[in-house]
């Protein structure tokens, strides 16, 4: 585990009465029934929803969506919420545009000014007190070696690490090296070089005690919104960053994983970034090419060191949080690899090592939204027992452009012992916003909107975690939804639910 000095914030904030009046307003006027959809859809198949591949590239698929979301943004309407609709001199879908025809099939890959220089580096976890450090080179003879330490310029100890490297269709990527350094100090920053010269560049290792800050980002892409959104996510202090799934949007052009890495490089090099795959990973071509090949091979993820046979999903621990990463695009039911993993992994976690228990993945599980309505339903019949077994504390989700927070639920129903859901598919993707909510509105959903931006969950001790959205708002994130969530280990549902506990998690 990290260790760290800093104290606990001395005063929590509180929710902002007219921002609160405003909410009560914009929904006074919608009928709220409650509704139990896992009764509906009890014969639901418990396999990974089916997802169309996309054509080869064209750059009018590119640009439609981005043309529909900058139409559907005039006009006015609340200030938060599901009625919430941007003013249209906010942005200007000129520029917009403009930014995603830089991203045109027929742009040429960008290279670094030496073959040899790093490019694309990221930062990940990989076990207790470990970092594992990845970047690519144009040139196959650069090792796979990265020297650090605590003084910039004086590097004390070097670690030697793997390569691989991919061919898809009429691309080869370049070197892909992956390097674990450590053991680490806690809460620490250190310097590193890549492949033995080149620039410098420096990461703070995360804490291992509370607080811990974490910026949570889904459905990135590569559009201005995602240069904004990154910019928001660069102003607050966080410890690492975690991304259910959708990261490039490259949809089976190569050169976009490239400028993906180099779009988000200035930060993923300084904070680790948890991701998991979402359906835009895929990228399989039937009888030709297996899934996930892309993905697997630049974003490697601590599978191996959480015991997991697979890069789709895995776990890791960070201060007081035991955090697990499924994956909605592998199989998940009952007889699958996944499940008897998540199964072995759950009756691991000592709850008072790691009070807080979260779990990410793609496809949401509870979603008022009419996009991807209904998707996440059948891994949802498999792993959510599992889930409230474990007292799972927050599941959040991506892939509806939009964001939604719900109540603490289970089986479609409030459950002061369920998880807390939360949906943030809107980091900046291309194909624009998902505006259409279903009502009348779920008894669990409490706040719902469609607009790009991000979260920040800050942990501040073993009972209580400050969660907050903040609205993309051009040049400023605006906190538009704001809670605090009590952790299940500090209520009475873990020891009320010790037999069921023992007895779904440890049956065979």
């Not at 220089?117 to 690519?136: C, F, N, Y």
Request: some cysteine.
């Amino acid at each position: 585990m990290w260790s760290t000095n800093r104290s606990p914030w001395a005063q929590r904030p509180t929710v902002d009465p007219t921002h609160q009046a405003e909410m009560e307003k914009a929904h006074a006027a919608r009928p709220r029934t409650p509704s139990n959809p896992m009764e509906a859809r009890a014969g639901a198949r418990r396999r990974p929803p089916v997802d169309v591949p996309p054509l080869l590239p064209l750059l009018l698929i590119l640009l439609l969506p981005s043309v529909w979301s900058c139409a559907a943004a005039s006009g006015s309407g609340a200030p938060v919420g599901e009625d919430y609709v941007r003013p249209p001199a906010a942005r200007s879908c000129d520029a917009h545009r403009k930014a995603l025809l830089s991203l045109s099939p027929w742009n040429a890959k960008k290279t670094s000014s030496s073959a040899s220089d790093p490019q694309q580096v990221h930062i990940s976890l990989a076990g207790e007190k470990h970092m594992r450090i990845t970047w690519i080179t144009d040139d196959n003879s650069v090792p796979s070696v990265v020297d650090y330490g605590t003084k910039t310029g004086t590097y004390t100890s070097t670690s030697e690490g793997e390569s691989t490297s991919y061919s898809y269709l009429m691309y080869s990527s370049g070197k892909i090296h992956h390097v674990v350094i450590g053991p680490l100090n806690d809460n620490t920053i250190y310097y590193y070089r890549c492949g033995g010269h080149g620039p410098e560049f420096q990461f703070k290792t995360p804490p291992s005690q509370f607080p811990l800050s974490l910026a949570i980002v889904g459905d990135l892409g590569q559009t201005s919104w995602t240069t904004s959104t990154l910019n928001h996510i660069k102003q607050c202090e966080h410890d690492m960053l975690l991304l259910p799934g959708d990261l490039s949007y490259a949809d089976y052009m190569q050169h976009l994983w490239d400028s993906f890495g180099t779009l988000v490089e200035p930060l993923a090099s300084t904070r680790p970034w948890m991701v998991t795959e979402g359906n835009h990973e895929k990228e399989h071509i039937p009888f030709f090419k297996s899934g996930f090949q892309s993905y697997n091979a630049r974003w490697k993820m601590p599978y191996e060191e959480s015991g997991s046979a697979s890069n789709l999903y895995y776990s890791f621990e960070v201060a007081g949080v035991h955090a697990i990463m499924l994956g909605s695009y592998t199989d998940y039911d009952e007889s699958s690899d996944q499940y008897a993993w998540l199964k072995a992994d759950l009756a691991k976690v000592d709850r008072k090592r790691t009070p807080w228990l979260i779990t990410l993945l793609h496809a949401p599980w509870y979603n008022s939204n009419w996009a991807h309505q209904g998707e996440g339903d059948s891994m949802m019949a498999a792993m959510e027992p599992l889930l409230y077994a474990a007292h799972v504390d927050i599941v959040i989700a991506g892939h509806v452009h939009a964001y939604e927070r719900a109540e603490r639920v289970y089986k479609g129903g409030l459950d002061p012992c369920g998880a807390v859901h939360i949906t943030i598919g809107d980091g900046g993707n291309r194909e624009g916003l998902a505006h259409r909510y279903r009502n009348p509105k779920p008894s669990w959903s409490v706040f719902r909107e469609a607009s790009f931006g991000h979260g920040e969950l800050k942990i501040v001790n073993a009972t209580h975690a400050h969660w907050t959205w903040h609205r993309n708002d051009d040049e400023e994130p605006v906190r538009t939804d704001d809670v605090w969530i009590n952790s299940l280990a500090g209520s009475g549902c873990i020891q009320d639910g010790r037999h069921e506990f023992r007895k779904i998690l440890m049956s065979p």
